[in-house]
Every structure is written in structure tokens, then in C-alpha cells.
């Protein structure tokens, strides 16, 4: 049996012509280890999360490891 994934909450702000904020809870793998995770989330980093062809760039804020 493989080991459960690991939960995290990702706090983004700036997002769209109004700046607003929003956050996402993704699943990430289970060997990554806490600093990981926030490395790659680091605050300040910019991801798109828009979906197909739409562009949504979203900057990171926090991020929160729930498990």
C-alpha cells in the first residue's frame, strides 16, 4: 500500500484585473517533505491557475500544510 498524499492549502492573492484573493487545496506527494512543499510555494511565486486556454496568474500568499 503507498504511502496517502499529503493535503496542502494554497493561499494565492493578486488574481485578475481586481486583485482578488482566493485559495486552492491541492493533493501533493507523499514523500515530499514539509520544506518541500513550502519551497515550492514559496510566497511571493507566481503560478497560472486559469484552466485550458485561459491564462490566470495567481501570486502566492501562504501556503498551509494540513497533512
Known sequence: MSA???????YY????PKKER???CIN?????TDQEIKD????GK???IGC??????AEVEK???IK
Do not use: S
Not at 492573492?13 to 485578475?16: D, E, S, T, V, W
Open 4 to 10: 496517502p498524499l499529503r493535503e496542502v492549502a494554497i
Open 13 to 16: 492573492k493578486n488574481i485578475g
Open 22 to 24: 482566493q485559495f486552492h
Open 28 to 32: 501533493m506527494a507523499a514523500h515530499l
Open 40 to 43: 515550492y510555494f514559496k510566497p
Open 46 to 48: 507566481w503560478f497560472n
Open 52 to 57: 485550458g486556454p485561459y491564462d490566470l496568474m
Open 63 to 65: 501556503v498551509e500544510i
